[in-house]
């Protein structure tokens, strides 16, 4: 029977095309779907249904998807790193330019001049009143670079072409994301002294418990007032009543976000876009390809690839019978399960186990067709939260 993934977000052709049409069913409505594949829709624990084998966010942000309780339920959560950071990247510097030069405001008042229509006087005007949208180079200016993943650390390579200084923070940078940093990024201990020295401060984190409202008033009280902040990552880590006090109280000159709220329209200290820092047709068709093609190798194989919940894992096909095992990460488990299969005289081909956090998660290579009631007997073990046989065949009949 075809797979059904229901898609909850206009997602690029070229990824749905990774998810052959014989075998993958594709609706924006499912009762009992095998699979979700979204970008920003929000979506509610209670509207995932319990048939949902794995969720796929074409995209970076998962704060729209409830990650802790699909993590209780056994569902692996997918997201694309890297994949729109590029995206992200080529708008923020178009935010340092828009923060360092008057061009809003000059492309705002050249249009005020329709009426003028004498060239002369026309030009006249302008090289009047030109002073008036000066600007600053970003050339030795210092950026502040909050958070230095995929994102961060192409703006920080970004900035340094462009001549600034860059200043890094990011107390959970990963040693894979330290390896991609230009060496020239000096790193802030603190958020704090980061705040202080730089001229530009671009945020580039994910929005978690611990990040909401962290960009608050202390850290505007220690900015430079000619300091610009951009927030191309999410809208909750800006403390918004602070900021506003902030911008009224001149302690910062502009805030250019991809994030509008009602408060911050019409503001001429605030630059605002329709969050469109992944709304390109490169990273769109990269977003949906890579959600596809780690969606598709789960539900065939059970690996597992940029999940923001389960441990990676990939292991090689041998035989034509997989069982995939989650169950909380406590000792023995693997052992009770490893022992019903030898009850019943199933070997095992190839097994591979991994932990992350509360969660462990197994896949193992077996040479016979498990019967149903075995499968059941492991969904009844302790800490065991879910059993799912890939495979050609479906599970034995018992015998008597
Ligand atoms: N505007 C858009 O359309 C758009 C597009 C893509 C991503 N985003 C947002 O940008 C965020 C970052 O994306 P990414 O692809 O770079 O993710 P990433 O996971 O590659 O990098 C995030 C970095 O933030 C760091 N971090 C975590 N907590 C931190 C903290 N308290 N202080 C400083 N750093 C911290 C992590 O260690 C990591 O290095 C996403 O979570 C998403 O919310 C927005
Ligand atoms: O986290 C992300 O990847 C961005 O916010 C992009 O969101 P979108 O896919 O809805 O444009």
């Given at each position: ?11 690029s052709l070229l990824g749905l095309d990774r ?265 769109e068709d990269?977003?949906a390809i890579?959600?596809a ?108």
């Amino acid at each position: 029977m075809a797979k059904r993934i229901l898609k909850l977000n206009q997602i690029s052709l070229l990824g749905l095309d990774r998810l052959p049409r014989d075998e993958y069913e594709i609706a924006s409505e499912f009762a009992q779907p095998d699979a979700i594949l979204l970008r920003s829709h929000k979506l509610q624990a209670e509207d995932i249904a319990d048939s949902v084998l794995a969720i796929a966010r074409a995209g970076a942000g998962v704060n729209n998807i409830p990650v802790d309780s699909c993590t209780a339920r056994g569902i692996p959560v997918f997201n694309t790193p890297g994949a729109n950071a590029n995206a992200v990247k080529e708008l923020v510097a178009v935010g340092l330019l828009l923060g360092s030069r008057g061009i809003i405001e000059g492309s705002e008042y050249v249009a005020t001049l329709k009426t003028l229509r004498d060239k002369a006087e026309l030009n006249q005007t302008l090289e009047a009143q030109k002073k008036r949208f000066k600007g600053n180079e970003l050339t030795g200016k210092t950026l502040g670079v909050v958070g230095l993943g995929a994102i961060g650390s192409m703006v920080a390579e970004m900035a340094l072409t462009l001549g600034m200084e860059v200043v890094g923070y990011d107390p959970a940078l990963s040693v894979d994301a330290a390896w991609r940093l230009p060496r020239e990024v000096r790193k802030a201990d603190t958020l704090s002294a980061l705040f202080s020295r730089s001229d530009y401060i671009t945020l580039h984190l994910p929005v978690l418990e611990s990040t909401i409202g962290m960009i608050n008033a202390d850290l505007f009280a220690v900015m430079q007032p000619h300091a610009c902040l951009l927030n191309f990552a999410r809208q909750e880590i800006v403390d918004e009543e602070a900021l506003v006090a902030a911008l009224d109280e001149r302690k910062l000159r502009k805030y250019i976000a991809d994030f509008p709220s009602p408060d911050l329209i019409g503001r001429s200290d605030v630059i605002l876009t329709p969050h469109i820092g992944a709304s390109t047709d490169e990273a769109e068709d990269n977003c949906a390809i890579m959600a596809a093609d780690q969606l598709r190798d789960f539900l065939e194989s059970g690996n597992i690839r940029n999940s923001v919940n389960f441990p990676a894992l990939h292991l090689e096909r041998v035989s034509g019978y997989r069982l995939a095992v989650t169950n909380t990460n406590v000792p023995r488990i693997l052992g009770s399960i490893l022992a019903l299969l030898a009850e019943q005289n199933i070997n095992v081909v190839d097994m591979l186990n991994k932990s992350r956090d509360e969660i462990a998660y197994n896949l193992i290579d077996i040479d016979t067709l498990p019967p149903e009631s075995l499968l059941e007997q492991m969904r009844q073990l302790e800490g065991v939260v879910n059993v799912r046989l890939i495979g050609n065949g479906k599970p034995a009949k018992d015998a008597g």
